[in-house]
């Protein structure tokens, strides 16, 4: 059995497709202003975002998006840091990971 979609509702659209844009490589397949957005990754896998008002996930919801190596977990956290984000180091736990706040409310975990 293979997951399908699931949607996040966000704060901010906009801001939160920018960022699964920008540091996951999803691809918007389609949108409906600042209330939808669609996003696919290379797997077929979508992701679709809904806005809503003062979202709060419990403190340990997140997203996931492994990577194939450590040198590429430590190249996101590093464009990250430098654009800005409040992200530690990764460090060893249950792999190669580090975790990051999104823009649209939820968390981001980046691990090999």
């Known amino acids: 059995m293979k997951l399908n979609h699931l949607n996040l509702t966000v704060n901010d659209v906009q801001e939160s497709r920018d960022f ?62 430098n654009d800005g984000f409040n992200v530690d180091l990764p460090i060893e736990a249950h792999g190669y990971t580090f975790y990051v706040q999104s823009p649209g409310g939820f968390t981001v975990e980046v691990l090999s």
């Open 20 to 81: 699964l844009e920008t540091y996951f490589g999803m691809k918007c397949i389609g949108s409906r202003g600042d209330a939808f957005a669609a996003l696919f990754d290379d797997d077929g896998f979508v992701l679709t975002l809904m806005k809503g008002k003062n979202v709060k996930y419990p403190k340990t919801f997140h997203i996931g998006f492994p990577q194939e190596n450590k040198e590429k977990v430590d190249q996101i956290n590093e464009r990250l840091r």
